[in-house]
T-cell receptor, first 113, second 113 residues
């Protein structure tokens, strides 16, 4: 079945460092891909999305490019802030009739001042 | 304000004592679902509902029940909770035709002793 694999965390960075969180997927067809962010004590929020190959999703300085050839959707940000500390989930939209989101295990990011 | 609300936010209970976690959305969304979040496993779908009186099992439905008598409400029922149901639960909703735009509630942390 469809699945998402994320890099293990936690990821600890200093403020203004470059961020990469790896995400790869296994799916039949061409699923839509997402990054969700979960701030402490809150629910998940959609951060960005891409619906077809080579699409680049971007929001709040974060970017991710849908790479069909490597089945990847890595999250990047050029200069992280303390306020970016959160758990980040990569997800895909399943192609079956449930249209459910399939999530990776999440990666905790801690940004130090 | 558009939102998904859950109650309670925190609950500690004992094995076998029936409980209900409520979920309500004010966006007139057709689709609602329940997820559980466990360390290292990400979010897994428990049940979903495409519309009123239409519900279906997700990936981990055992030990849970749901109902969808009204469009805005989608309660999660644990008839006889067990310790392996200790988890963080999220309700989510979206429009039927907006597959990518899922809104999450703030979460309910359940502990079953």
């Amino acid at each position: 079945g469809d699945s998402v694999t994320q890099m293990e965390g936690p990821v600890t960075l200093s403020e203004e460092a470059f961020l990469t969180i790896n995400c790869t997927y296994t799916a039949t067809g061409y699923p839509s891909l997402f990054w969700y962010v979960q701030y402490p004590g809150e629910g998940l929020q959609l951060l960005l999305k891409a619906t077809k190959a080579d699409d680049k999703g971007s929001n709040k300085g974060f970017e991710a490019t849908y790479r069909k050839e490597t089945t990847s959707f890595h999250l990047e940000k050029g200069s992280v802030q303390v306020s970016d500390s959160a758990v980040y989930f990569c997800a895909l939209l399943s192609g079956d009739s449930s249209y459910k989101l399939i999530f990776g295990s999440g990666t905790r990011l801690l940004v130090r001042p | 304000e558009a939102q998904v609300t859950q109650n309670p936010r925190y609950l500690i209970t004992v094995t076998g004592k029936k409980l209900t976690v409520t979920c309500s959305q004010n966006m007139n969304h057709e689709y609602m679902s329940w997820y559980r979040q466990d360390p290292g496993l990400g979010l897994r779908q428990i049940y979903y509902s495409m519309n009123v009186e239409v519900t279906d099992k997700g990936d981990v439905p055992e030990g849970y029940k749901v109902s969808r008598k009204e469009k805005r409400n989608f309660p999660l029922i644990l008839e006889s909770p067990s310790p392996n149901q200790t988890s963080l639960y999220f309700c989510a909703s979206r429009r039927r035709d907006r597959l990518a735009e899922q809104y999450f509630g703030p979460g309910t942390r359940l502990t079953v002793t």
